[in-house]
């Protein structure tokens, strides 16, 4: 975490990330804390999840501003909040634990994409009483690994009886994942036996977005990761299945509100290789 304007010291910040025997099908986490007390001050760069932040600072904490909304503290953020800066001033040390969940868990755990997509949600108003609990616990755990059995075991505990994505959607988002968002929306229809118009209808009702419009965020996804890894933005177009690096610069733009340039040395991307390893999700 740290400013913008200047990219921040990585060395500043400690990750951690559960062990292989505690990672979970749909569900990614990482821990964030500074060495060091410092304001933090970012933009989030959005991602095929949805996000769970649970602030362990001490303080005043992280705020959350997207569009105009500001949040506090815990927050869920829905599928492509917008332009998102997380920032604050803690009286200690900076400490978050993010968890990223697909659209299917998401729906288990916390309920239709829909109701929070695109926005930024107090935990309290998506879990309501059990948000602080599960703060409590969290903040009681004396390490990372704790905190990730105690983050899996409320996750596990939370009511499923809950309205389910279709089947045919949930196989539909899992293509898309991995084909890395270079799929055709009538062959995906096809292939769970739907018409198009049903595939698109369902699927926005469902997740909350258009089928093509989560293709793009997958897209646009590992694009933004090829840029921070350092390639140069007309090869990540080919290799990313954009028309042209014209293409590329508008999406990033439309996701990002910035540049392909600038997107390359975004910080929050800049650690994401050790937060989020592949083999995690």
């Known amino acids: 975490m740290g400013s913008p304007e200047s990219p921040p010291d990585w060395r500043s910040v400690e990750v951690a990330v559960p062990r292989q025997s505690e990672r979970l099908p749909g569900i990614s986490m990482a821990g964030f804390r500074q060495r060091v007390a410092a304001p933090a001050d970012i933009a989030m760069v959005a991602h095929p999840s949805v996000t769970l932040f649970v602030d362990l600072s001490e303080g005043d904490g992280l705020v959350y501003d997207a569009h105009g909304r500001r949040e506090r503290g815990s ?6 909040p917008g332009e998102l800066r997380v920032s604050g001033r803690a009286a200690g040390r900076i400490e978050c634990l993010q968890i990223r969940l697909s659209p299917v868990v998401a729906t288990a755990v916390l309920g239709p994409p829909t109701e929070f997509g695109g926005t930024v949600t107090s935990l309290e108003g998506v879990w309501g009483r059990d948000a602080g609990r599960a703060e409590d616990r969290l903040r009681a755990a ?3 690994d ?51 118009k049903r595939l698109w209808s369902r699927f926005r009702s469902q ?3 258009t089928p ?8 646009f996804d590992h694009a933004a990761h090829l840029l921070a890894a350092g390639n140069a933005a007309a090869w990540v177009a080919a290799a990313s299945g954009y028309a042209d690096q ?4 508008r999406e990033v733009k439309a996701f990002t509100g910035a540049t392909p340039t600038v997107v390359a040395t975004a910080p929050w991307l800049a650690i994401d290789g050790s937060a989020w390893p592949a083999s995690q999700t």
């Open 75 to 80: 927050t869920v953020v829905g599928l492509v």
């Open 142 to 144: 004396t390490s990372w």
């Open 146 to 196: 704790e905190r990730f059995t105690v983050a899996a075991n409320l996750l596990a505990q939370r009511p499923t009886a809950r309205p389910s994505l279709d089947p045919e959607i949930a196989v539909v988002w899992w293509r898309m994942h991995t084909s890395r968002g270079r799929v055709r929306v009538d062959d995906l229809a096809n292939e769970v036996g739907w018409s198009r």
């Open 207 to 209: 997740i909350g977005l």
């Open 212 to 219: 093509k419009r989560a293709a793009q965020l997958m897209r």
């Open 246 to 249: 014209s293409h590329l610069h």
